[in-house]
């Protein structure tokens, strides 16, 4: 069953529009870590928040921001007035205490900054 | 600067053949692990590392191997009896074994079955 779903495939926006990416979770785990990584298209991915399940604030940090809720098991991310360098894929991850070494990645979504 | 180095960036094989995938880290992490990214999808673990010598299997391990004989050095070959070899391969690796600390994640391999 699929752990991570991140249902937006696609999004494209004008630069200085915002986006929002959704992500939905499932697990059974009452401790588990949630992530966002970011794959330019050089290809690496790079790491850009983890958040526990004990921790619902939201966290903004830059353009970026989080929004974690427990009641839906939804781990959103918006960004604010987005810029053609944030054209990227992104995706959403989960890592359960069970078996904490691994990540559980969403499918991704690729996101378009337009000029 | 630390980090962890791919190589090469692409690949071709041909049917039958096996090929090793290079991975190598200066960032004195005792974890290392292998990815496969497929269009459309996340990421799969191939197989993981916790320490030198040490490998497991993950979710998709047939068809691969590995060796850990260094701490810096964790190569992956594809060998012919992978049906589907042809995707971008990731490596990554943590400062201890498991995610709390966060991966590193390399540049990737991406590998063409030809």
């Known amino acids: 069953a699929q752990k991570v779903t991140q249902a937006q495939t696609e999004i494209s926006v004008v630069e200085k529009e915002d986006v929002t990416l959704d992500c939905v979770y499932e697990?059974?785990?009452?401790?588990?870590?949630l992530f966002w990584y970011k794959q330019p298209p050089s290809g690496e991915l790079v790491f850009l928040i983890r958040r526990n399940s004990f921790d619902e604030q939201n966290e903004i940090s830059g353009r970026y921001s989080w929004n974690f809720q427990k009641s839906t098991s939804s781990f959103n991310f918006t960004i604010t007035a987005s810029q053609v360098v944030d054209s990227a894929v992104y995706f959403c991850?989960?890592?359960?205490?069970?078996?904490?070494?691994?990540?559980?990645f969403g499918a991704g979504t690729t996101v378009t900054v337009r000029a | 600067d630390g980090g962890i180095t791919q190589s090469p960036k692409y690949l071709f094989r041909k049917e039958g053949q096996n090929v090793t995938l290079s991975c190598e880290q200066n960032?004195?992490?005792?974890?290392m692990y292998w990815y496969r990214q497929d269009p459309g999808q996340g990421l799969r673990l191939i197989y993981y590392?916790?320490?030198?010598?040490?490998?497991q299997k993950g979710d998709i391990a047939e068809g691969y191997s590995v060796s850990r004989e260094k701490k810096e050095s964790f190569p992956l070959t594809v060998t012919s009896a992978q049906k589907n070899p042809t995707a971008f391969y990731l490596c990554?690796?943590?400062?201890?074994?498991?995610?709390?600390?966060?991966?590193?994640f390399g540049s990737g391999t991406r590998l063409t079955v030809v």
């Open positions: 991850a989960l890592s359960e205490a069970v078996n904490d070494y691994k990540l559980s």
């Open positions: 590392s916790q320490i030198v010598n040490d490998f």
């Open positions: 697990t059974r785990d009452t401790t588990y870590y």
């Open positions: 990554a690796s943590s400062i201890v074994f498991g995610t709390n600390y966060g991966y590193t």
């Open positions: 960032l004195n992490h005792d974890a």
